[in-house]
């Protein structure tokens, strides 16, 4: 495996005369990959039952693979700044245009049998012969325009206009217009504020804006075919077939944003912070429809149709001072935020493993059976058995068969106890209910400190997210057996069995998790409430230790600023999660990271 980048950029700027500025750039990123690949076959032995599984040998092959992608973009911007009326209004002024376009070709070959294993070429094998090949790529072409106005360092206007055109729509519909404004005042520099010593910052601001996304398949617009065998007559032949139906009025999809906020800071800044209020509403989102069954097996285009909302208020606080020699700072966020879904199929919904999309709920909220935790012992048993006489009681009232109770089988001791949470008299996958806030955690928050003294500097990041919860469903925490695999020690240590029990049938030390079963059971596995996690942290993002030498010490070396520093990244989390990282969830974790270094000013 082989890789090559190349990444250039050239930039000019010209002043013709003060105030007006013309700039340009260009950008050309180049990169291939060359993949070979030839099987190696190794014996493999089966040490449970004492045979050999495959015996090493196989039919050679070689492949090879040549991935290469180019990437232009070049910009450009016109901007003119001036005062007028005594230097009061202030005027800015700014229109540019840019253009990118991205390509990526691929080329395969592959042959079978080759003369001597250790040959890498394709010409060293002489069997049964296959290549193939695509090229894929997309462009934007956009125009920008923005205005600044302002007065008296009093009030200021701010209107933003951008049209963006892209290749991944048709003509008719590839344009699409995104305008934003916002404006603010400063109170504090009124003068009726002039008399107000303990206030030294007070702007109101309002903002709203639209905002574009065309992060769709470079092709969803159009029909695409694929090569495809057809039997006419006695022979078979090559031909197309249709893969993906059209969609002629694929766009742009459109986020609207509506903002208000305060900033203010008291006793000469030292004590500052914001508060801001959001409504995000994206609309035209792209969604797969129903469709009838007579499109065949092609598959068919998505739609501009579905709507999110979200709303939420933001806040961030500061402390700043110093004392002579010793200075410090302390800032803080918290954010709180919900979304909604609006508009997507109605009262239809969609379901993506143990989440679902549907009008009136949050994003992928958790859809969940409802538990009562584990079938510890008999006071337990009693509550299964009075299900059952339930159901037998209504069936011979109404003249029928009993029904059957539990769905996964009736649980015994050790066994999670589901709920009949519709009142149906049956425990099945109907009771399931919702859980959560969706996919996105509505709290997150962050603080960020330092001090310095004589040279010597302190800081730390904490980020803190709360509200999430997911259903941990990972191989490793589970109560299952299998060949081969190991027992997480939490599950095993904290199981259901029947030690728990004393001499009369009642538990001793309630189970945490129920009874260990073979790997084939899926009853006590189940995504369940009794499954869910929070995946709430607090964790310390940075902490930085550094010492400055004093410039006294770096005169005679013609060295303006030395610095030494140690660095520890993600080595502190505080959380209940029972994977890797609540942060990442199922994705890599983060990395933990220590490092020293050294920062050098001439």
Same mark, same amino acid.
């Given at each position: 495996?082989?890789?090559?980048?190349?990444?250039?950029?050239?930039?000019?700027?010209?002043?013709?005369?003060?105030?007006?500025?013309?700039?340009?750039?260009?950008?050309?990123?180049?990169?291939?990959?060359?993949?070979?690949?030839?099987?190696?076959?190794?014996?493999?032995?089966?040490?449970?039952?004492?045979?050999?599984?495959?015996?090493?040998?196989?039919?050679?092959?070689?492949?090879?693979?040549?991935?290469?992608?180019?990437?232009?973009?070049?910009?450009?911007?016109?901007?003119?700044?001036?005062?007028?009326?005594?230097?009061?209004?202030?005027?800015?002024?700014?229109?540019?245009?840019?253009?990118?376009?991205?390509?990526?070709?691929?080329?395969?070959?592959?042959?079978?049998?080759?003369?001597?294993?250790?040959?890498?070429?394709?010409?060293?094998?002489?069997?049964?012969?296959?290549?193939?090949?695509?090229?894929?790529?997309?462009?934007?072409?956009?125009?920008?325009?923005?205005?600044?106005?302002?007065?008296?360092?009093?009030?200021?206007?701010?209107?933003?206009?951008?049209?963006?055109?892209?290749?991944?729509?048709?003509?008719?519909?590839?344009?699409?217009?995104?305008?934003?404004?916002?404006?603010?005042?400063?109170?504090?520099?009124?003068?009726?504020?002039?008399?107000?010593?303990?206030?030294?910052?007070?702007?109101?601001?309002?903002?709203?804006?639209?905002?574009?996304?065309?992060?769709?398949?470079?092709?969803?617009?159009?029909?695409?075919?694929?090569?495809?065998?057809?039997?006419?007559?006695?022979?078979?032949?090559?031909?197309?077939?249709?893969?993906?139906?059209?969609?002629?009025?694929?766009?742009?999809?459109?986020?609207?944003?509506?903002?208000?906020?305060?900033?203010?800071?008291?006793?000469?800044?030292?004590?500052?912070?914001?508060?801001?209020?959001?409504?995000?509403?994206?609309? *035209? %989102? @792209?969604?797969?429809? =129903?469709?009838?069954?007579?499109?065949?097996?092609?598959?068919?285009? /998505? !739609?501009?149709? &579905?709507?999110?909302?979200?709303?939420?208020?933001?806040?961030?606080?500061?402390?700043?001072?110093?004392?002579?020699?010793?200075?410090?700072?302390?800032?803080?966020?918290?954010?709180?935020?919900?979304?909604?879904?609006?508009?997507?199929?109605?009262?239809?919904?969609?379901?993506?493993?143990?989440?679902?999309?549907?009008?009136?709920?949050?994003? *992928? %909220? @958790?859809?969940?059976? =409802?538990?009562?935790?584990?079938?510890?012992?008999?006071?337990?048993? /009693? !509550?299964?058995? &009075?299900?059952?006489?339930?159901?037998?009681?209504?069936?011979?009232?109404?003249?029928?068969?009993?029904?059957?109770?539990?769905?996964?089988?009736?649980?015994?001791?050790?066994?999670?106890?589901?709920?009949?949470?519709?009142?149906?008299?049956?425990?099945?996958?109907?009771?399931?209910?919702?859980?959560?806030?969706?996919?996105?955690?509505?709290?997150?928050?962050?603080?960020?400190?330092?001090?310095?003294?004589?040279?010597?500097?302190?800081?730390?990041?904490?980020?803190?997210?709360?509200?999430?919860?997911?259903?941990?469903?990972?191989?490793?925490?589970?109560?299952?057996?299998?060949?081969?695999?190991?027992?997480?020690?939490?599950?095993?240590?904290?199981?259901?069995?029947?030690?728990?029990?004393?001499?009369?049938?009642?538990?001793?030390?309630?189970?945490?998790?129920?009874?260990?079963?073979?790997?084939?059971?899926?009853?006590?596995?189940?995504?369940?409430?009794?499954?869910?996690?929070?995946?709430?942290?607090?964790?310390?993002?940075?902490?930085?230790?550094?010492?400055?030498?004093?410039?006294?010490?770096?005169?005679?070396?013609?060295?303006?600023?030395?610095?030494?520093?140690?660095?520890?990244?993600?080595?502190?989390?505080?959380?209940?999660?029972?994977?890797?990282?609540?942060?990442?969830?199922?994705?890599?974790?983060?990395?933990?990271?220590?490092?020293?270094?050294?920062?050098?000013?001439?």
């Amino acid at each position: 495996n082989l890789s090559r980048n190349l990444q250039t950029r050239f930039y000019a700027t010209v002043k013709p005369f003060k105030g007006l500025s013309v700039s340009a750039s260009y950008a050309y990123h180049y990169s291939d990959n060359e993949q070979w690949q030839k099987p190696v076959f190794i014996p493999q032995w089966n040490f449970l039952e004492d045979v050999m599984m495959t015996d090493g040998v196989g039919r050679t092959n070689i492949s090879n693979k040549t991935t290469r992608a180019t990437r232009n973009f070049m910009d450009g911007t016109i901007r003119y700044e001036n005062k007028f009326f005594d230097d009061k209004f202030d005027f800015q002024v700014m229109v540019g245009a840019s253009q990118e376009q991205w390509e990526e070709r691929i080329t395969s070959a592959s042959k079978y049998d080759l003369l001597d294993p250790a040959l890498d070429v394709i010409d060293g094998a002489i069997g049964d012969a296959s290549a193939g090949g695509s090229r894929k790529g997309w462009a934007m072409r956009s125009f920008f325009g923005r205005v600044n106005l302002g007065w008296d360092n009093k009030y200021m206007l701010e209107v933003n206009l951008r049209a963006d055109g892209s290749s991944r729509f048709l003509p008719n519909e590839r344009w699409g217009y995104f305008p934003s404004t916002s404006a603010a005042w400063r109170l504090d520099q009124e003068a009726f504020m002039a008399d107000i010593d303990w206030l030294s910052t007070l702007k109101l601001r309002a903002s709203y804006g639209l905002l574009g996304n065309n992060s769709v398949g470079n092709y969803d617009a159009i029909s695409t075919y694929s090569k495809s065998n057809y039997i006419l007559g006695n022979g078979v032949n090559m031909g197309l077939s249709q893969t993906a139906i059209s969609n002629t009025s694929l766009t742009w999809e459109s986020t609207y944003i509506t903002n208000g906020g305060i900033d203010f800071g008291f006793l000469n800044n030292r004590l500052t912070g914001t508060i801001d209020v959001f409504n995000k509403r994206t609309a *035209n %989102i @792209l969604i797969n429809l =129903p469709a009838p069954a007579v499109h065949g097996e092609a598959s068919i285009p /998505k !739609k501009n149709s &579905a709507e999110v909302v979200n709303n939420g208020i933001e806040l961030t606080l500061g402390w700043q001072d110093n004392l002579n020699d010793f200075s410090y700072y302390v800032n803080g966020n918290f954010t709180y935020v919900k979304n909604k879904v609006t508009k997507y199929k109605g009262d239809e919904r969609s379901y993506s493993g143990n989440t679902f999309l549907q009008e009136g709920y949050p994003i *992928n %909220i @958790l859809y969940l059976r =409802p538990t009562d935790g584990i079938v510890q012992d008999q006071n337990d048993l /009693k !509550k299964v058995q &009075a299900m059952l006489d339930a159901e037998d009681a209504l069936a011979k009232a109404e003249g029928r068969s009993p029904r059957k109770v539990y769905s996964d089988g009736t649980p015994g001791l050790g066994d999670i106890l589901y709920i009949d949470s519709n009142g149906d008299g049956l425990v099945n996958y109907d009771d399931r209910v919702t859980y959560g806030s969706g996919d996105t955690p509505p709290v997150s928050l962050g603080m960020n400190a330092g001090l310095t003294w004589k040279g010597i500097d302190f800081s730390f990041l904490l980020q803190g997210v709360f509200g999430g919860k997911t259903v941990y469903s990972g191989a490793e925490y589970r109560p299952t057996t299998r060949v081969g695999f190991m027992i997480n020690e939490e599950i095993a240590d904290n199981r259901w069995h029947s030690g728990l029990l004393d001499s009369n049938g009642n538990i001793t030390t309630p189970a945490k998790y129920p009874r260990l079963g073979y790997e084939t059971e899926k009853k006590n596995t189940d995504a369940s409430e009794f499954w869910m996690v929070s995946q709430n942290y607090l964790r310390v993002k940075n902490i930085q230790l550094g010492y400055t030498l004093p410039k006294s010490w770096l005169n005679h070396i013609n060295m303006e600023k030395l610095r030494i520093y140690a660095s520890l990244e993600n080595f502190f989390t505080i959380t209940n999660y029972p994977g890797l990282d609540p942060e990442s969830g199922w994705g890599y974790p983060a990395m933990k990271q220590a490092s020293v270094g050294i920062n050098l000013t001439f």
